[in-house]
């Protein structure tokens, strides 16, 4: 059986105009994995996430949950997937997160780098470059991916 992944990205727009903890400072989701055609490639979700790990990455994020501030658009995308019942591994990391990541980190074998698995010329590419274009006027560390696999 596969392990399939889902998700969404989400963005704190007003955040870093008015800061962190206002009021109107809340995530909205801003697009849906599915979109993006991320795929299942076991060794991208080992290095990213931590899910399917035979390979001994250390993951960049794993099971953090569903963050307590999440979007209403996500928890509803959540919900629809039966939320914590039927579903593992939910986690989030942010772009600033993302970005001051050692991308040349490999796996156990030393074979498989995370850049080479999940970064540029991957189907995680197009992932990457949403995320940073949020984090450019929003700034990066207001703009997350939210994922869970079933």
């Known amino acids: 059986m596969s392990t399939d992944v889902s998700g969404m990205i989400e963005c704190r727009p007003l955040a870093r105009t008015w800061g962190k903890d206002d009021e109107d ?14 795929g299942n490639a076991y060794d991208a979700l080992a290095c990213l996430f931590g899910v399917c790990n035979s390979f001994g990455f250390r993951p960049l994020t794993e099971d953090r949950g569903l963050p307590a501030d999440a979007s209403n658009g996500l928890r509803d995308a959540f919900d629809a997937w039966g939320g914590p019942q039927n579903v593992h591994g939910t986690t989030w990391i942010t772009w600033a997160e993302l970005a001051a990541a050692d991308w040349d980190e490999t796996d156990r074998s030393a074979t498989l780098s995370r850049s080479r698995v999940a970064g540029v010329g991957t189907r995680w590419a197009s992932v990457w470059d949403v995320m940073r274009t949020l984090g450019e006027p929003h700034g990066p560390e ?7 696999f079933d």
């Open 142 to 148: 207001h703009v997350r991916i939210v994922i869970w």
């Open 25 to 38: 400072a809340v995530w909205h989701a801003a697009i849906d994995l599915f979109l993006l055609d991320t």
